[in-house]
């Protein structure tokens, strides 16, 4: 499975960061959320998981095989593109659109949970709710993230938090997952090297 | 982040580089997608004024950029020469003044003469896209058809592509010939030698006046509009003999390989240079040509007006 490359600014190179989450406290975050997802749905009943692209999108299909294994239910999964619903082109220039592709049936009564990797000013979030809203009328929204680390500039909160990460505002939070980077875990940079 | 569309102005399908072009193919598959959501107003321009200048008749590339530019929610201006004071004798400075007063974001322009976007763009702020110059070229149409042809054979690298008729007046030509050659086609100009332009030993094509000899092997055949309204000599003898020779006919077809698409900018002369049975046949292209217009050219508005400038 390809998954298209990440935009991001400034690419991670192989030292930069610190590791505060390993592969395999990774995993056990996920599969947590799947757990809590499972509680929080009934059994993940009329549910479907949309990835924000890019980390999201590889997120969503490892929630919905945990669940999968836990409970042998099949979550839809699919992939939503905010990038043209952005608040920020204008800033930050126009950039390359990335898939969306929804499962069967469409968003349309059904609970659609948005996976994201990073949960930071929401602003990200709010463009997957505008976009949403195009697509169809979920009977429920709710939203999946692995790290939480704070400073939210809109009135926004997810359902399910993998870890809560403190930061300031200056440090930068990464997710590498193995389907985009080859490898799994959460690193945190500073401002200045550390 | 260095936006992925460093160009100003779209002038010219040369100003693209492979990984541009690349892009806009790419992003036009995704607006594609928007067009079958529920809602396929997109908020991506909201705010930005967008002027259709055309000074020359067209009926598909104003309302597909009109189209486009509405799907992105921007505000669309559509001017046309006639019924304005460009009748009145207006120059097109004055006028690009006048639009560059009013805050256009991004001027389209149509115009009878080659090199007018050009000009254009040295007076106005905004981004300014050539729609068509004279005979010069015609960039988005060149990208909608690559797009055309990506989405029918999969790939444009390697693919044989035979651009038929009248080149000499075409800025359609002008324009594929340099987009295909920069995505990697082989390119084969088919065309009586009156309508064959002298330069063309230097583009980067092959040039041959034996329509016959191309097809067997052709992946796309690019019919051209035979333009009477460019003409002020006699290219050739009579609309018979051209048909005859150059015009793609029902047994014509039949030597294309079995995968090989048939293509025309549009509007066609029917009976002229393309048979209206292979126009209506399932190799033509010619009605997903137009579709495909406007994904491509809102991934073109997108890409240059979405940014920060």
Do not use: C
Not at chain 2, 45 to 72: H, M, P, Q
Not at chain 2, 113 to 127: N, V
Not at chain 2, 140 to 151: E, F, G, V, W
């Amino acid at each position: 499975m390809a998954y298209p490359a990440a935009d991001s600014p400034d690419p991670i190179d192989a030292v930069s960061g610190k590791t505060i989450i390993s592969s395999a406290d990774l995993a056990r975050i996920v599969d947590r959320i799947a757990h809590q997802i499972l509680e929080k749905t009934d059994g993940a009943r009329d549910t479907m998981l949309l990835g924000i692209p890019t980390r999201g999108v590889p997120l969503a299909r490892r929630l919905a095989s945990r669940i999968r294994s836990f409970e042998s239910v099949e979550v839809p999964v699919g992939a939503l593109d905010v990038t043209l619903y952005r608040d920020d082109l204008r800033l930050r220039g126009a950039r390359a659109v990335g898939p969306t592709d929804l499962p069967r049936g469409g968003v349309d009564a059904r609970r659609v949970i948005l996976v994201d990797d990073v949960l930071f000013s929401g602003r990200t979030i709010r463009a997957a709710l505008d976009a949403l809203a195009d697509l169809g009328r979920p009977r429920i929204v709710q939203l999946a993230v692995l790290v939480d680390r704070g400073h939210r500039e809109l009135p926004i909160r997810a359902d399910y938090v993998g870890k809560n990460i403190p930061t300031s505002v200056d440090e930068s939070v990464r997710v590498l997952l193995a389907e985009t980077d080859g490898i799994d875990e959460i690193r945190i940079t500073g401002k200045e090297p550390s | 982040m260095t936006p992925p569309l460093k160009l100003k102005h779209l002038l010219s399908a040369g100003d693209l580089n492979r990984d541009e072009a690349t892009l806009v193919l790419d992003t036009a598959t995704e607006m594609a997608a928007t067009a079958g959501r529920e809602v396929k107003k997109l908020p991506t321009l909201r705010g930005r004024t967008v002027v259709n200048l055309f000074y020359e008749d067209s009926t598909r590339t104003r309302i597909s950029f009109e189209a486009a530019a509405k799907r992105l929610s921007a505000d669309v201006i559509n001017f046309s020469a006639k019924g304005s004071s460009v009748s009145k004798g207006e120059s097109l400075k004055d006028t690009a003044l006048t639009l560059q007063a009013m805050g256009a974001d991004a001027v389209v322009i149509r115009h009878s003469a080659s090199g007018a976007p050009h000009r254009l763009a040295h007076w106005i702020d905004g981004t300014v896209i050539n729609a068509g110059d004279g005979t010069h070229e015609h960039p988005t149409q060149a990208l909608l058809d690559a797009y055309t042809i990506r989405s029918r054979h999969g790939r444009i690298e390697g693919l044989k592509v035979a651009i038929v008729g009248d080149v000499l007046h075409s800025r359609v030509a002008r324009s594929n010939v340099a987009l295909l050659h920069t995505l990697g086609a082989h390119v084969t100009l088919v065309a009586p030698p009156t309508l064959l332009p002298v330069g063309a030993v230097a583009w980067p094509v092959d040039l041959g006046f034996d329509l016959d000899a191309v097809l067997p092997t052709a992946d796309v055949v690019m019919m051209l509009r035979v333009q009477r309204e460019r003409m002020t000599d006699s290219f050739f003898p009579s609309e018979r003999e051209y048909a005859r020779r150059y015009g793609l006919d029902a047994d014509r077809v039949r030597s294309l390989p079995s995968h090989a698409i048939v293509m025309h900018p549009g509007p066609m002369n029917r009976g002229m240079e393309i048979a209206p049975e292979v126009a209506d046949s399932a190799r033509s292209t010619i009605v997903e040509q137009v579709a495909n217009g406007v994904s491509v050219r809102m991934a073109v508005l997108y890409l240059m007006l979405g940014g920060s400038r």
